[in-house]
């Protein structure tokens, strides 16, 4: 072979691995720059971007960037100290995105709480403000949330907080009351002890039965593959989905979830709790008498099953997420 000939082909052999090593880098950056360029979201748009954003909020998800939910936005980026412009650009990205990885839970003000945050929720409503959740405090804050577009359960959570505009305050005692008399302050404060802890519990199991109530609202819901809305559920995704709307941010995955409360038997199950089946790839609601809310696969649907059989065969463990 001539020498022009050999260089041809050394050539040839060598440039082919380059070429392809320099699609992947095109590729790469490509890919790069379509995550750093994300497009600003503001009034006027629509599309998944926009139900994402309103599902982090807790609002209503219908797609389109009106006036629900700038007003949404504004709050939500004014007690986060963020520039209130009403546009989700990249710092109230971030700040959405962190809050949903890093928090497991929220402090969640509800009836008997005592404290300065009750006091803050207080005078953001506009009423007296004995730092007492009692009943005047219940309706004002089902007010709220009915005229916002948000879920009214009467408890103020992290998306209640953020259109109220009040910042995260942990200075409250939970459970620190009970109802008396017609008015708001009719009530004396208890010494903490065994009915301190018997509110406890049933505040607990007030929250899973509400997330057992969400998630039966999904019944007949298609099983998507990734979905984690009510056009589509996967599995994970209807979980992360109903307890984001009661304040509580678990991880999207299953396996991910199943790290992210405290671990239960299974004969101290309670309606709310998380059930992992399958090494850990798949995951339900319980409900009661051994049976669970799930979206099972492709195919089916949300759907309520018993623990028996697979499931009970391929049983992993539970969780309290709360």
């Not at 100290?81 to 949903?100: C, F, I, N, S, Y």
């Not at 497991?104 to 803050?120: E, F, I, M």
């Not at 017609?182 to 406890?200: R, S, V």
Request: aromatic share 6%; net charge positive; charged share 15%.
């Amino acid at each position: 072979m001539s020498v022009p000939l050999v260089m041809a082909a050394t050539a040839a052999s060598m440039g082919a691995p380059a070429y392809a090593a320099g699609k992947e880098h095109q590729a790469s950056a490509k890919a790069g720059a379509r995550q750093e360029h994300l497009r600003i979201l503001r009034v006027g748009d629509t599309g998944p971007d926009v139900v994402r954003l309103q599902r982090a909020l807790g609002i209503t998800a219908d797609g389109i960037f009106g006036r629900q939910t700038l007003g949404a936005v504004k709050a939500y980026q004014r007690s986060n100290g963020l520039l209130v412009d009403g546009e989700v650009g990249p710092h109230t990205r971030a700040a959405l995105a962190a809050e949903h990885r890093g928090r497991t839970g929220d402090v969640v003000l509800r009836v008997h709480d005592l404290g300065p945050a009750v006091a803050a929720l207080q005078r953001a409503l506009g009423i007296p403000a004995d730092g007492q959740f009692g009943p005047q405090t219940l309706r004002a804050v089902k007010s709220f949330q009915r005229s916002h577009g948000l879920l009214v359960d009467g408890e103020v959570g992290v998306h209640t907080r953020a259109a109220l505009g009040i910042p995260l305050n942990r200075h409250v005692t939970h459970g620190g009351y009970r109802f008396g008399g017609g008015n708001q302050g009719g009530g004396k404060p208890h010494k903490p002890g065994n009915h301190h802890n018997n509110h406890h519990h049933s505040a607990g199991s007030s929250l899973g039965a509400r997330a057992v109530a969400l998630a039966k609202r999904e019944l007949g819901t298609p099983y998507v593959w990734g979905g984690e809305s009510p056009s589509g559920f996967d599995c994970s995704g209807l979980v992360e989905y109903v307890y984001a709307r009661l304040g509580v941010h678990l991880p999207r995955v299953a396996a991910a979830q199943y790290g992210a409360g405290r671990h239960v038997s299974r004969r101290s199950l309670r309606a709310g709790d998380l059930v992992f089946f399958n090494g850990l790839g798949h995951v339900g609601i319980y409900i009661d008498g051994n049976r669970f809310i799930h979206s099972p696969h492709a195919g089916d649907v949300v759907k309520i099953s018993p623990m028996t059989g697979w499931y009970s065969d391929t049983y992993v463990g539970a969780t309290r997420p709360y």
